[in-house]
């Protein structure tokens, strides 16, 4: 009998237990197919007997259930009235037997990174006919429940694996390829509700909240009046752009792109790139990555010699949807990346979507209701933008 807590002891075990006897019968939540126990698992296929694996919460790979399709001996339960969350391997050759059983599931997470604990049993240890017993009816009562999948079934469940794949990474707490240093609970800002949110906006030290609206209302009256961005006048254009006009004194609010030459050229002179960019930001409803990527693949053909950046787009994505996007600057780059726990040097157009943006809509004050207070109904309809509010630094 040992205990076996160390995730490479843990695979190493399990192989050399697969190669070494003649019958598998395994009963897990769920399954990888990226694991070395999956792949000689498969090299032994004729061993397995009686195995069963679970699907809740779309946690076992769906290429798991398309390798087992029409099988006899691999099971997986697609429903029950509770999660099915057992952790048993047995082995048995003849009347020797060994068995392993605690945390760990048959997934990548478990054989390589997660805190797991498994004993190691075997015939040789006290009273072990009566725990063979007991182990055997658990393990053919959990496939007597299991049904054998159609390709059908596997489809069906790959596709909706693929939809909740999102969900699931974030509720993992992963954003992207970097690794957040900090979680939800960290953040001194994702953890805010509603009212704590509102409150930290409206103490803006640099610039009035009232102001603030009131410019945001003004650039969201130009996107309802106008067809296109390119329809607008110069000076509006240049406002929403973060550029220096006579129009609108408050043009650099929510972060100044006066040092962004090329930029300022774009603008100046109407680059289309720019207006087919906007476009393909709905003024109403969701924003999805899709929407982002084409206006991201229209803004760059503005700037086919290079010097577009993250700072100047997502200056444009901030002003036509402050709900969505928060423009990021030299002024709130550093102070809004190290709550987040991201890394502050570096943005790309796909780390500000995946490592930011979808931090931010994971917040608890996004998530929150329209407020029923009017000027708390104003800050949420610009909510996002106006986390500059909070994280500008005059100094920086």
Not at 8 to 23: A, G, M, T
Request: aromatic content about 12%.
């Amino acid at each position: 009998m040992k205990v076996v807590s160390k995730n490479k002891e843990l695979e190493k075990l399990l192989v050399r237990l697969i190669k070494k006897y003649d019958e598998v019968l395994i009963s897990v939540a769920w399954a990888s197919a990226k694991t070395e126990v999956f792949k000689v698992l498969l090299q032994n296929k004729n061993k397995i007997k009686e195995t069963t694996i679970g699907t809740h919460f779309f946690q076992t790979d769906p290429v798991v259930l398309e390798t087992f399709v029409d099988s006899e001996n691999v099971k997986f339960i697609m429903q029950s009235n509770g999660v099915f969350h057992p952790k048993v391997y047995f082995f048995r050759k003849s009347d020797k037997w060994e068995a392993v059983l605690g945390s760990a599931n048959m997934t990548v997470g478990a054989m390589s990174s997660n805190n797991e604990i498994s004993l190691h049993i075997s015939s040789e240890d006290i009273d072990s006919e009566g725990v063979k017993s007991d182990l055997l009816e658990s393990i053919t009562g959990y496939f007597h429940d299991a049904k054998t999948v159609s390709k059908d079934d596997a489809n069906i469940y790959a596709l909706t694996w693929r939809i909740q794949q999102s969900k699931l990474d974030k509720l993992s707490g992963k954003y992207g390829q970097t690794k957040s240093t900090k979680s939800l609970f960290e953040s001194e800002i994702r953890r805010l509700d509603w009212n704590q949110y509102s409150k930290a906006v409206k103490a803006d030290p640099y610039h009035g909240i009232s102001e603030r609206l009131e410019l945001l209302d003004m650039i969201s009256h130009s996107f309802n009046q106008y067809s296109k961005y390119s329809d607008m006048p110069i000076g509006t254009r240049k406002t929403i752009a973060g550029l220096p006009n006579d129009d609108y004194k408050n043009w650099g609010w929510f972060g100044s792109m006066r040092g962004a030459g090329v930029y300022h050229s774009n603008i100046n002179n109407n680059n289309v790139y720019i207006s087919d960019a906007l476009e393909q930001i709905p003024l109403t409803g969701s924003v999805n990555k899709k929407q982002y990527m084409r206006f991201i693949e229209n803004f760059v053909k503005a700037f086919p010699n290079g010097r577009d950046g993250i700072g100047t787009a997502s200056r444009l994505l901030a002003m036509k949807r402050p709900d969505v996007f928060v423009c990021i600057d030299a002024k709130n780059n550093s102070s809004m990346c190290q709550d987040f726990g991201i890394k502050v040097s570096g943005m790309t157009y796909e780390r500000y979507w995946s490592e930011l943006i979808c931090r931010i809509h994971d917040s608890i004050w996004f998530q929150s209701d329209l407020p029923k207070n009017k000027m708390d109904q104003r800050i949420w309809e610009n909510r996002v933008a106006l986390l500059d509010c909070i994280f500008y630094d005059h100094k920086a």
